[in-house]
C-alpha cells in the first residue's frame, strides 16, 4: 500500500483564491511526522510547513496552514490568497516512527497551477 | 547564511563509468541526506548520515554509497552507472535530524548515455 497518497495530478486555481492540497497517509506507528514541501521548476525542495502526530493544533506558516485529520489519516495543505509565484510541484512527506532521521517517504506530488 | 550547496549541478555520463557527488549542508547542521528523485519513482530516499555516522538507508543497491566527513560535508558515488540513474539527487540538511525542518540543496542532475 501507499504510504503517502496525493491524488490530484494537477491544479488551477485562480489568483488571490485559496486552495487545498490533498494528501492521505498510511502508518501504523504512533509518532509520526508529516512535511509539505514545494518543488519549483528550479528543482530544489523548499520546505513549507510541518504537523507532528502529537500536536494537538493545526500548524500555521503564513499562507499556509495544514489540516490535519488524524482518525481520517489526512493532512491536507491549504494556500490562502494564492500568488503566480505559487505554481509548482507540491510534495507531501511523513516520517515515521522515533528512530526515522531524516527518511522521509514522499507523495507522488501535484503539480499547482495558478492562473492570472 | 547560505544554504545547502550542491555541486555539481549537472553532470553527464556515460554507462559503466563512476560518479561523486557533492552536498556541503546548513552551517551547524550536522545531518546530511540524499534523494534521488525520477519522473517513474518519485522520491526516494538514498542514505543518511549524521556525525559521520551512516544512520539510515534505504532500498538501493549496493552501487549507491556514501560518506561523511568530519566538517558535515558530505558525497554520495554512484559506480557502475545505468541508464536508470539519471536522475536529480538532492541532499538535504537539518540540525540533528529528528522532528525538525529539512531544507535541501537545489540538486544535481545526472544524465547517463
Known amino acids: 500500500a501507499q504510504k503517502i497518497t496525493q491524488t490530484q495530478p494537477g491544479m488551477f486555481v485562480q489568483e488571490k483564491e485559496a486552495v487545498t492540497l490533498d494528501c492521505t497517509y498510511d502508518?501504523?506507528?504512533?509518532?509520526?511526522?508529516l512535511f509539505w514541501y514545494k518543488q519549483p521548476s528550479s528543482g530544489e525542495m523548499i520546505f513549507l510547513i510541518y504537523?507532528?502526530?502529537?500536536?494537538?493544533q493545526n500548524a500555521t506558516e503564513g499562507r499556509y496552514s495544514l489540516n490535519f485529520q488524524k482518525a481520517r489519516k489526512s493532512a491536507n495543505l491549504v494556500i490562502s490568497a494564492s500568488q503566480l509565484g505559487d505554481s509548482a510541484m507540491y510534495f507531501c512527506?511523513?516520517?515515521?516512527?522515533?528512530?526515522?532521521?531524516?527518511?522521509?517517504?514522499f507523495g507522488g506530488g501535484t503539480r499547482l497551477m495558478v492562473k492570472p | 547564511k547560505a544554504g545547502v550547496t550542491q555541486t555539481p549541478r549537472y553532470l553527464i555520463k556515460t554507462r559503466g563509468q563512476q560518479v561523486t557527488l557533492s552536498c556541503s549542508p546548513i552551517?551547524?547542521?550536522?545531518?546530511v541526506s540524499w534523494y534521488q528523485q525520477t519522473p517513474g519513482q518519485g522520491l526516494q530516499f538514498l542514505f543518511e548520515?549524521?556525525?559521520?555516522?551512516?544512520?539510515n538507508k534505504g532500498n538501493f543497491p549496493g552501487r549507491f554509497s556514501g560518506r561523511q566527513f568530519s566538517n558535515s560535508r558530505s558525497e554520495m558515488n554512484v559506480s557502475t552507472l545505468e541508464l536508470g540513474d539519471s536522475a536529480l539527487y538532492l541532499c538535504?540538511?537539518?540540525?540533528?535530524?529528528?522532528?525538525?525542518?529539512?531544507?535541501f540543496g537545489s540538486g544535481t542532475q545526472l544524465s547517463v548515455l
Open positions: 538535504a540538511s537539518s540540525l540533528q535530524g529528528a522532528y525538525e525542518k529539512l531544507f
Open positions: 502508518t501504523s506507528d504512533q509518532s509520526y511526522g
Open positions: 504537523q507532528g502526530s502529537y500536536d494537538e
Open positions: 512527506a511523513m516520517r515515521e516512527g522515533n528512530n526515522a532521521g531524516n527518511m522521509l517517504t
Open positions: 552551517s551547524g547542521h550536522r545531518s
Open positions: 548520515y549524521f556525525s559521520e555516522t551512516q544512520r
